[in-house]
Nanobody
C-alpha cells in the first residue's frame, strides 16, 4: 500500500551534514508512524529515529539525539532525516520504514551514508 524510496546518502567528512529524504507513494501515508533505521557494517539494525503519524512526537536513539532531526510532511508524503555533526560511527545503510505501533510493514531500499575522518 505504501512504497518508500530513500535518497540523500553519500560520502561526507566527519562534522558534516546530510539530509536523507524518503518519498512515499500510496494513499495511506498519513496513517503510519515513520521510522529511520540503520545497519552499520558488522552490527545489527537499529532504530535511529521515529515520528508519529501526525508529527506530534518523535524518538531518537541516544547516540544521535541533538544531532539528527526527523520530520514529515504528510501533504507531500515525505519524511526526512537531517543529520548534523556526523561521526564515523554513523556510517551505515539507512532505511526508512512505515508501520503502525511497534511494527514496520513497509521498507525502502536503503541509502548508504559513509562518514570519513
Amino acid at each position: 500500500q505504501v512504497h518508500l524510496e530513500e535518497s540523500g546518502g553519500g560520502l561526507v567528512q566527519a562534522g558534516g551534514s546530510l539530509n536523507l529524504s524518503c518519498a512515499a507513494s500510496g494513499r495511506t501515508f498519513s496513517n503510519y508512524r515513520m521510522n529511520w533505521f540503520r545497519r552499520a557494517p558488522g552490527k545489527e539494525r537499529e532504530l535511529v529515529a521515529s515520528v508519529s503519524f501526525n508529527g506530534g512526537s518523535s524518538y531518537y536513539t541516544a547516540s544521535v539525539k541533538g544531532r539528527f532531526t526527523i520530520s514529515r510532511d504528510n501533504a507531500k508524503k515525505t519524511v526526512s532525516l537531517q543529520m548534523n555533526n556526523l561521526k564515523t560511527e554513523d556510517t551505515a545503510v539507512y532505511y526508512c520504514a512505515a508501520g503502525v505501533g511497534d511494527t514496520s510493514e513497509y521498507w525502502g531500499q536503503g541509502t548508504l551514508v559513509t562518514v570519513s575522518s
